[in-house]
């Protein structure tokens, strides 16, 4: 292989090296399932990934650790068989996401406090509406109804209005009667207990600082088994996972070794740690999950400052061929009005927003850098589902989408492609329709049949290029569930 000269130019050796490729795995939490199905077919079919620079941010680093432990592709390839068994068994959300049980507490019982407080309100007598109040903006004043219009409706504050507006420091008061401390009392039996939910909440709420703890499919990722640090560094390769400081703000990253460095790989000191703790403190979504204590800072997700980390592959750990594998799909999904949101809802919705335009920033950087780049175009699930079927259809679009980029196919098989897994998610829909209706239903069946041909005729329309292992047999089975139907298909009665 020929190196870099003066000006750019190759020389050649009469011995030449070999290239130095790198693999860069975004963070993207559950929907990793697409960097397994893509890196499957990357291991079997492209004779260049042979990777020994790897770097990864939150789900990515379980992946990214996970490989660097092999030598060769071999055994790199091993290890992904492993990974890939972890992901597909799990089941349900609880195995990447264990409530904490103040969470646990507060989505069950919440519900039914709100029910007690609300069964104790006084009835509400119709009241006139209120009279509109006069702008504190003269420019934003109406002009004086006329005496001939008093039924003129109220109108609304202005936005300018509503936020320059001050709060009213008025005395908010009950408005409870003996009515009301009557239907508290029948409720009495079950204050005692609310009050101590509402501790338990509090206390945990402050201890844990997370929602969530890891699920018992991270404690599969790094048995020994699976992962064990001195593998990696014994194997050889270069390892960097991403990590943010809360104190500082700033980027690091761990090594192979345990060590950290910054953003521009220069080492922060020669102290090691421990690097399946570097791990956690890589996969620590703030607020899902805990922060971790680091040496004298508390890191959280890479991904809140880089969540594609290509730049440290492409500019600074001299990788010549960089493969770079997002499981994050360009654009987020429109939701319905949410102007009447919670505070938590705007602000996760303003996270989700903040998040994808930094990942079209990263994508684009990799693509400038003349980069291997594979992502989604096509959203399967979110970061947070974990969902048996969902799982397998997004693995098979990420082994669709590395074929794409690896054989440079045309956007006509690029579109079949994308029927295909549209088509799955379609009828899987209307399996659990099917599923969930406790008598057989002749709609239902006709609709589960309709989108299952639909399948099989988008697998025989790309039936000339290439599709994972199976890909025939999709339409004549359930998608994949925690539990397994024990029906037989139905849709095959008249197909055959």
């Not at 499957?40 to 260049?48: G, I, M, P, T, V």
């Not at 880089?306 to 654009?331: C, D, F, K, M, T």
């Not at 590395?402 to 399996?431: N, P, V």
């Amino acid at each position: 292989m020929a190196g870099k000269g003066w000006f750019g130019l190759p020389f050649f050796s009469l011995t030449p090296r070999p290239e130095v490729v790198s693999c860069v795995l975004s963070g993207g939490g559950s929907r990793a399932s697409f960097q397994l199905g893509a890196l499957d077919y990357l291991y079997r079919h492209d004779e260049h990934f042979t990777p020994t620079i790897f770097v990864g941010t939150s789900a990515g680093s379980i992946l990214a650790s996970a490989l660097a432990q092999g030598g060769d592709t071999a055994a790199q390839q091993a290890f992904l068989g492993r990974l890939r068994e972890v992901w597909d068994g799990m089941v349900g959300p609880d195995d990447m996401f264990t409530p904490r049980p103040w969470y646990d507490r507060l989505t069950t019982d919440g519900p039914e406090w709100l029910e007690i407080v609300q069964s104790a309100r006084p009835e509400q007598k119709p009241v006139a509406p209120p009279r509109p109040r006069t702008p504190i903006l003269p420019f934003l004043r109406p002009a004086q109804p006329s005496p001939a219009s008093p039924e003129t409706p109220p109108r609304a504050l202005d936005p300018l209005e509503l936020a320059l507006t001050p709060d009213s420091e008025e005395e908010h008061r009950s408005e409870w009667s003996l009515a009301s401390l009557a239907g508290v009392a029948s409720h009495l039996g079950r204050l005692p207990r609310l009050g101590s939910d509402l501790n338990t909440i509090a206390h945990g709420l402050e201890h844990t600082k997370s929602m969530y703890r890891p699920g018992p499919v991270l404690v599969k990722l790094l048995d020994e088994e699976t992962f064990a640090p001195d593998r990696v560094r014994a194997s050889g390769m270069t390892l960097r996972i991403a990590m943010v400081a809360l104190e500082s703000g700033e980027l690091h990253y761990m090594t192979e070794a345990g060590t950290l460095v910054d953003r521009n790989n220069e080492p922060l000191g020669p102290t090691a740690r421990n690097l399946t703790v570097g791990i956690l403190a890589s996969c620590s979504i703030p607020a899902v999950f805990r922060p971790v204590p680091i040496g004298d800072e508390t890191y959280v997700d890479g991904g809140v400052r880089e969540n594609l980390p290509a730049e440290l592959a492409i500019g600074h750990l001299g990788a010549e061929r960089n493969y770079i594998v997002s499981s994050q799909s360009s654009g987020v999904h429109r939701r319905a009005s949410m102007a009447d949101s919670d505070l938590f809802s705007i602000i996760m919705r303003s996270t989700e927003i903040l998040i994808d335009e930094a990942g079209r920033d990263e994508l684009a950087y990799a693509h400038s850098a003349g980069s291997i780049v594979i992502f989604p175009e096509l959203s399967v699930h979110d970061a947070m589902t974990v969902d048996p079927a969902l799982i397998a259809i997004n693995e098979a679009y990420g082994w669709l989408r590395a074929a794409e980029q690896h054989l440079g196919l045309s956007e006509g098989a690029e579109a079949r492609h994308r029927r295909i897994i549209e088509a799955r998610i379609r009828a899987l829909q209307h399996e659990n329709a099917y599923l969930a209706n406790p008598e057989p239903d002749r709609r239902l069946i006709r609709a589960l049949r309709s989108a299952k041909v639909e399948v099989r005729d988008a697998v025989r329309s790309a039936a000339s290029i290439p599709l994972p292992p199976g890909a025939e047999d999709w339409w004549r089975t359930w998608e994949k569930r925690a539990v397994a139907p024990t029906e037989a298909p139905p849709w095959l009665e008249d197909l055959g």
